[in-house]
């Protein structure tokens, strides 16, 4: 273990020691030693190796400017709110795959908004993608989920709830499978939508909505209360949700196909090698490499 003496002060506090816990500053897990004026010590850890934005802040800043601007930071932090705190401990708390879906899906809402740009120039459209080579599109229609409405937050909710819940749980520690589980979904989305009467600008509800429907065969026998009127298993969720929207007068169609695609992914998946099937559907091994370069997965 090294130690390295430091004497940076910040605007509340002075960096006192940094313990390396390895030999390479590259791979280090860093614990900051400080001292904050009129008060006790206390410390906190970095980790260049599994935080990408570490690693780039230390090329950036170089290791000493990264200190202080953490002193600055964690300063900052504890005089937060206890409301922002719980949050931001909330956020930090959430797997990367569903996180960076749920951000991305209500970043495009808030900028559509404020007007930043126009739907039509993110949606789905083949004639545009083929003639004029928009390729982007069949990738951005999948994050926008609607204008603000209660249709969009309970997409969202969807994703917080529901996906953190498959990529915390069954998908633990495999999260390659669960970015192969939404390119499936996309993917199969995107074909169906190759027909007239399937299409639609913005896959992203019927994606949202597949996750849902997954969540639903990994915890069949999960007891979930509807409004504290009714109680059922979470098999029966997406089907009761989707009885819902009719009632409501929703169009069912982003729902059915989303419960289409995610049932195609586990029947291939689950369902037909219990069946004594093979495994069709495995995680390709360049998903397995994007997720490590990402830093979330086995290097």
């Known amino acids: 273990m090294k130690i390295k003496i430091l004497n940076f002060s910040g605007s509340r506090g002075q960096l006192l020691g940094v313990y390396w816990s390895s030999h390479s500053r590259s791979s280090a897990l860093v614990q900051v030693i400080v001292r904050e004026n009129g008060r006790s010590e206390w410390w906190f850890q970095l980790s260049r190796k599994e935080s990408p934005t ?3 802040l230390w090329k950036t800043l170089g290791f000493e400017r990264l200190l202080v601007f953490s002193l600055e930071f964690f300063n900052a932090y504890k005089n937060l709110p206890i409301g922002a705190i719980s949050f931001l401990k909330y956020y930090r708390s959430l797997p990367p795959v569903s996180k960076v879906y749920g951000v991305a899906c209500l ?16 949606a789905l459209s083949y004639e545009l993608v083929f003639k004029r080579f928009q390729v982007w599109r069949l990738v951005t229609n999948f994050f926008f989920l609607g204008p603000f409405s209660f249709s969009f937050a309970f997409r969202l909710l969807i994703i917080a709830r529901y996906g953190v819940a498959l990529e915390r749980w069954s998908f633990d520690e495999r999260t390659a499978d669960y970015v192969w589980m939404l390119i499936f979904g996309a993917l199969s989305l995107l074909v169906m939508a190759v027909v007239p009467y399937l299409w639609s600008r913005f896959m992203g509800a019927s994606l949202v909505f597949m996750i849902f429907y997954v969540w639903g065969r990994e915890f069949p026998n999960a007891q979930i209360n509807f409004h504290g009127l009714v109680s059922f298993k ?16 929703n169009p069912l169609k982003p729902d059915i196909l989303g419960m289409v695609a995610g049932h195609l992914y586990y029947f291939l998946t689950v369902l037909h090698p219990l069946a004594g099937g093979k495994n069709i559907l ?17 290097k």
């Open 54 to 56: 570490l690693s780039f």
């Open 107 to 122: 970043l495009t809402t808030t900028a559509y908004y404020l007007q930043l740009y126009s739907p039509w120039n993110i």
């Open 282 to 298: 495995k995680t390709p091994l360049w998903v397995h490499k994007l997720v490590a370069f990402w830093g979330k997965g086995p």
């Open 234 to 249: 979470g098999f029966y969720l997406p089907w009761i949700y989707l009885a819902v929207d009719l009632l409501l007068g």
